[in-house]
């Protein structure tokens, strides 16, 4: 089993700064890549930064310049440095690891529980 451990999320205004991790641990044999996404109330679930295992790195167009995503192989972590927060960037933020649990299977994803980011005007 795999479990993923989101922190960081809070409550912050406008032009603030957080910082998000996730943690993944259990059966882990590799991580390919990791990812944050985030959903709004009554929007869908979008793609806000990937990272892949080489560290090349997706950014979503409207957190590009404020967002940086970056990770730690060596405790299986992501990190999402977000700053000059907006209202807009309101939402429950969940992170995405790609891994095999074992060298023989296939790639599965996991998804953390989300942690919520409110940023008031």
């Known amino acids: 089993q795999v479990q993923l451990v989101e922190s960081g999320g809070g409550l912050v205004q406008a032009g603030g700064s957080l910082r998000l991790s996730c943690a993944a641990s259990?059966?882990?044999?590799?991580?390919?890549?990791m990812g944050w996404y985030r959903q709004a109330p009554g929007k869908q679930r979008e793609l806000v930064a990937t990272?892949?295992?080489?560290?090349?790195?997706t950014y979503a167009d409207s957190v590009k310049g404020r967002f940086t995503i970056s990770r730690d192989n060596a405790k299986n972590t992501v990190y999402l440095d977000m700053n000059s927060l907006k209202p807009e960037d309101t939402a429950v933020y969940y992170c995405k690891v790609v891994l095999r649990s074992t060298w023989y299977v296939r790639l599965t994803e996991y998804w953390g529980q989300g942690t919520q980011v409110t940023v008031s005007s």
């Open positions: 990272i892949t295992s080489g560290g090349s790195t």
């Open positions: 259990g059966s882990i044999f590799s991580i390919d890549s």
